[in-house]
């Protein structure tokens, strides 16, 4: 059955680091862009990142301010979601979700995503 298992959430305090990693199993991720979603309390999901399905494109939503990284290894059937100098705000339930196209045109279409993640909580506080 096709699925994709994260890992890496947490507590974490402003100013520090987590990585997520999505690993996928029953497809081949090799042919799907893999988007980053977060849903913070009270609001809607958001799509906050994107790769290609060869990893050589990378989108990213203005509000990260360059803090995170997205990247992706084919080989391991997995992605990952580097997250630095965490910031209260981005407290939420972090989503990866795989997308049946090479390319992240439109990455932020819930909608247009085959297979999700179960979800993660991330949680920024001192």
């Known amino acids: 059955q096709p699925q994709l298992v994260e890992s890496g959430g947490g507590l974490v305090q402003p100013g520090g680091s987590l990585r997520l990693s999505c690993a996928a199993s029953?497809?081949?991720?090799?042919?799907?862009?893999i988007g980053w979603f977060r849903q913070a309390p009270g609001k809607e999901r958001e799509g906050i990142s994107c790769?290609?399905?060869?990893?050589?494109?990378?989108e990213y939503a203005r509000s990260l301010n360059g803090r995170f990284a997205i990247s992706r290894d084919n080989t391991k059937h997995t992605a990952y979601l580097q997250m630095n100098s965490l910031k209260p705000e981005d407290t939420g339930i972090y989503y990866c979700?795989?997308?049946?196209?090479?390319?992240?045109?439109?990455?932020?279409?819930?909608?247009?995503?085959?297979?999700w993640s179960q979800g993660t909580q991330v949680t920024v506080s001192s």
């Open positions: 979700a795989a997308v049946p196209s090479p390319y992240c045109t439109g990455y932020v279409e819930i909608n247009e995503y085959d297979y």
């Open positions: 029953g497809f081949t991720l090799d042919y799907y862009a």
């Open positions: 790769i290609s399905s060869s990893g050589g494109s990378r």
